[in-house]
């Protein structure tokens, strides 16, 4: 039913900025330029872009006001899934339990069809669905790094079990694995279709908001992690917390990029185990 994770959503200080930052470190392409209406999914409204690297995407939005967006200017927003038939999707998950902001779905700039759950039914997290205009998608952009698809998000949660149930019982998950997170706590991947989810739950959970949970990074798949640290290096600076990439529980390669290098927002390359 879910092919990939089609873009990852976030709330940036200055667009201009946020758009520059994707273009020079991962070789990226603004792709579209839209406005934002006033809705649940942007209370103030504002203005957006659509920049394209390798097969990731990231849709960048500032808001009419963006009091609210950490220091760095870069705060993780949404996550859209991608599907190859959004009515039949929209039925599958419905009849799950899980609710749709809207009757039917919307058309976005670039022509996809898009649908937010309401966040009432996804523990205040902010998803949608896309369905492609074009059943072929957009292709492939080459770029130095190669991204060659988003791995997954992650999420920080005030109870991993119920997380992970919650994703096994509405997604059809299967619990792969887990341990000690890298920050303290204990986290835990899940599979569902051809995408991937990870929880954390931290030692204290306190400064979650009352639904407890919050998005916290996303993971950026690369053919050789070495080489692409490297190419991020040379293309805009950037810096990683390690100085070679860390092995995570389910013997992924992963490399955290320096949040003071990546406009304050959590992201890390990951190589997939062979």
């Known amino acids: 039913m879910i092919d990939k994770i089609q873009h990852i959503g976030y709330l940036v200080q200055d667009l201009e900025t946020a758009v520059a930052w994707h273009e020079k470190t991962f070789s990226g392409k603004t792709i579209g330029r839209f406005d934002v209406a006033k809705s649940f999914i942007v209370p103030s409204g504002g203005k957006g872009a659509f920049v394209r690297f390798g097969d990731g995407e990231v849709e960048l939005i ?25 009515e039949a999707a929209m039925a599958q998950l419905s009849a799950k339990g899980l609710k749709f902001a809207d ?16 966040p009432a039914s996804t523990n205040g997290m902010l998803i949608h669905l896309t369905q492609y205009a074009d059943p072929a998608g957009p292709g492939t952009m080459p770029g130095v790094p190669q991204v060659e698809k988003i791995v997954h998000a992650g999420y920080l949660v005030r109870d991993l079990e119920s997380s992970i149930a919650w994703y096994v019982d509405n997604f059809g998950g299967t619990h792969i694995g887990g341990g000690p997170s890298r920050t303290g706590g204990q986290n835990a991947f899940v599979n569902f ?56 529980s389910i013997k992924q390669q992963v490399g955290y990029f320096d949040t003071a290098t990546s406009m304050g927002s959590r992201m890390h390359l990951t190589q997939l185990p062979d």
């Open 62 to 86: 500032q808001p009419g006001d963006t009091s609210d967006i950490p220091q760095g200017g870069l705060a993780l927003h949404h996550v859209g899934y991608l599907v190859p038939d959004m």
């Open 103 to 118: 009757g039917a779905p919307f058309t976005n700039p670039l022509g996809s069809q898009v649908s937010y759950f309401n």
């Open 193 to 248: 279709d051809q995408v991937q989810v990870e929880l954390i739950q931290p030692p204290d959970t306190s400064n979650l908001p009352q639904a407890g949970v919050a998005m916290d990074h996303v993971g950026y798949a690369v053919g050789d992690i070495h080489l692409c640290m490297g190419q991020c290096q040379d293309n805009n600076g950037s810096k990683f917390v390690e100085g070679a990439p860390l092995t995570n």
